[in-house]
């Protein structure tokens, strides 16, 4: 018999986006939309980067540099913040499984919002934990005292996407402050900025003020895969005290983060127009889908990150498999228990409007059939 975990064993798997070239292999359809994955809406990785990629793949004969030397220099310049306080990863994915396997032993506690980013609970059974998922509040965003109230000895970890995926709604910083003061020193509080790179409002919490203060059970999480465009690469970060950065540091694979991978980041940083250009796009599409999805007369909440979720107060699975079967990708959400919506992300202007057309068919089919 094989000892298989029976913790392990009840994992539902992470269900990603629905890759391009499978739908192609799929449904034979040539001509495919991904807005589902929250990736870069410009459709391509920075000019400068694909340079430096080129460059860098020369050299992958070699392995990687462990420390990320060059990146750690060029991020801690950006962020104003010493390279002993940042912590690399293949992807921000890696850094949260690096809390997970680093803070928790079986029946360890982590609470997180109930619709919030479904690896938080994965990583927290892998590591035989126990996720306690509070319920949003009513208006859709992560309640904070709901949070506090469930801490007990046995809590090791609070998870807290700020912007959260998948509702796109945020924590205040007048909010974040109530709550950090009232969080226990021996809860490792995971502030996963993932979408932080599309935020426009004035009273966001700026987190990295905290990890510059060196409060020490703070881990402040950040990736290249969105706002940077370098989501096949797999590199994120995370910002900390000194000590959680060795401590961390301890767990992770010797050369976690591909050559290529810091190339690229390190190149993409210094390509500031990608970076503008791709919050204009943002803004500009998160705009467009307001005013779109109120004409069609559909619920959607506001977000600030680069996606929106979406009623369409019918079976949200079905029109998922409907745009589909039209080439468009989007995110059902029957895994958050919203089977009504979908998510959304924003794409380039021609895919924004092909979807509000897919979308519009569908309703008008609807209310003729
Ligand atoms: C909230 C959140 N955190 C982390 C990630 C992981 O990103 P990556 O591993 O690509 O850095 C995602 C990806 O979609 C996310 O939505």
Redesign the pocket.
């Known amino acids: 018999m094989i000892p298989f975990k029976k913790h392990i064993q009840d994992i539902r798997p992470y269900e990603p986006g629905k890759p391009i070239r499978e739908l192609q292999r799929e449904y034979g359809i040539r001509n495919v939309t991904k807005l589902a ?2 990736e870069n809406p410009l459709g391509r990785p920075s000019t400068k980067a694909m340079r430096a990629m080129r460059k860098a793949i020369r050299e992958v004969h070699l392995y990687p540099e462990g420390s990320c030397h060059y990146i750690a220099e060029r991020l801690s310049r950006e962020l104003d913040l010493p390279t002993d306080q940042i912590i690399f990863g293949n ?3 890696e850094i ?1 499984e690096l809390v997970g396997r680093g803070f928790l032993s079986e029946g360890d506690e982590v609470i997180s919002s109930e619709m919030s ?1 479904l ?1 938080y609970p994965i990583l927290t059974q892998v590591c035989g934990g126990r996720f306690q998922a509070v319920p949003v509040t009513r208006d859709y965003r992560c309640d904070l005292p709901g949070i506090l109230a469930r801490v007990t000895p046995k809590t090791k970890v609070i998870f807290i ?1 700020n912007p959260n ?1 998948p509702t796109g709604t945020y924590v205040t910083a007048q909010e974040m402050e109530a709550f950090l003061a009232k969080v226990p020193p021996h809860v490792i509080v995971c502030l ?1 900025e ?2 932080v790179d599309f935020v426009d409002a004035g009273d966001f919490p700026k987190m990295l003020n905290c990890v510059r203060e060196g409060r020490p059970n703070l881990v402040v ?1 950040r ?1 290249f ?1 969105k706002a940077y465009g370098l ?1 096949g690469l ?1 590199i ?1 970060y995370a910002a900390a005290s000194k000590e959680m950065v060795a401590y961390l540091h301890k767990i992770r694979q010797p050369f976690n983060v591909n050559s290529v991978a810091q190339a690229a980041a390190v190149a993409t940083l210094d390509d500031k127009f990608f970076l503008w250009k791709t919050k204009w796009m943002v803004a500009r599409g998160r705009k467009y889908f307001y005013r779109q999805f109120r004409r069609l007369g559909l619920e959607y909440l506001p977000s600030q990150a680069n996606f929106i979720l979406l009623n369409l107060k019918k079976d949200g699975n079905e029109v998922f498999q409907e745009l589909l079967r039209s080439g468009m990708i989007v995110r059902a959400m029957g895994a958050y228990k919203l089977p009504t919506w979908i998510r959304v992300t924003i794409g380039r202007r021609s895919e924004n409007a092909q979807l509000i057309r897919l979308l519009k068919t569908n309703l008008e089919n609807n209310q003729s059939s």
Do not use: P
């Open positions: 994955s929250n992807g921000s994915n949260i980013f690896v996407a995926n996963d993932a979408y999480i990736t895969s989501a797999r994120g």
